[in-house]
């Protein structure tokens, strides 16, 4: 890095410290430009947004500048140009947020196209898995709202005509209950089948999205580990302790957090009522595990494409981006938080060389490197 962008960076530094709320920590972009990955936006005070960029040296910390202040800073691929472009008319963001404005950039091929590719698939698969998880929450309902003195056979086992037919029927008991039509009953079920597209259901085939990152965080921390373990370098050693344990606790917390979200459905009644009443309640509800799991997917990524740069890069270069747990956690998840997780924060904060691979002229590397994190974000 050059030294006029040393002191341009400096003016910005300011002293890690964990984020109260999910939303002050920020929303992880999927950017390809080496110095940018895991950087994080966030609301500024200005209605705009400002980015939280990993420390170049290497220590635990940000730089904090002005959305528009990145191409002060560095070259942006064209890649991030636009996803820049698109932000810069934000005023917040969410994760959901980000993802789609990942996959639109993506799906303009500039990314690589695998990227690309990946994008649209994920756009394709999205109208069949609603369709899906509808047809879920139907069989559910039905199984909720019939007498066992019908004696019918379990809906699952039943032909598509008569489960047609029984889902009408409790769909109909379910509204005269609510005091609702059941074409606003039929409706509140599709919109909670979009809103419970990424989360899944139990024993959901789709595969939903947050339930495999939770087992890709899952593999993370015991890799990580089990490298640690054998590591003969003590700071890479702890450098990958850090990020094992990391990782398990946000695994703890999600699997908490997933498991309340599930519990909603299986009284259909009352959560159809509250989403009629209010569904932006229920929808902050469920985008909690989407905050939670913010980040970890390109952490993962930069683990599974390791040899590229090297494990011990990887390593060095993934126990910066470990995401700070906000303590809105606390809020989220039944029981006291493990002290050790912050502590592990305060203690790791000693020059690890970030990006040394960048400073020495394997910017293409990295830039492809990061191309393949993008296939994996959208």
Known sequence: MSASTDVQLSRYAVEDARPTTFLERGVTVPFTTPILLGSRVRPAQRRNLEVAIPSPAGVRGFYILPLQGICDICAPTLHDRLMLDVMGSLSTVAPNTILRIARAAAQEGLAGRAAAAAALAAERTVSGQKTLTNYLLLLRLVAQLEHPSEGCASPERDTPADVQARAKRAVARLAQSLGLTPERVFAALESLAEAYLDLGLPGDPTKARYQQQLSQIEALSAEAASWAETATDAHLASSASLISRSAFFT???????????????????????????????????????AWLLDGWSIIASIWETAEQIGVPAAIREMSVMVPSMPLEVNQWVRGPEKDYFAEAHRRHSRLVSRLEEWRTGRLLELIQRNEIIVKSFV
């Open 251 to 289: 695994l703890n917390c999600g699997r908490v957090l997933l498991a309340d979200l599930l519990a909603l459905i299986d009284d259909l009644s009352p959560l159809v009522q509250r989403w009629t009443a209010n569904p932006d309640v229920i929808l902050a509800e469920l985008g909690k595990l």
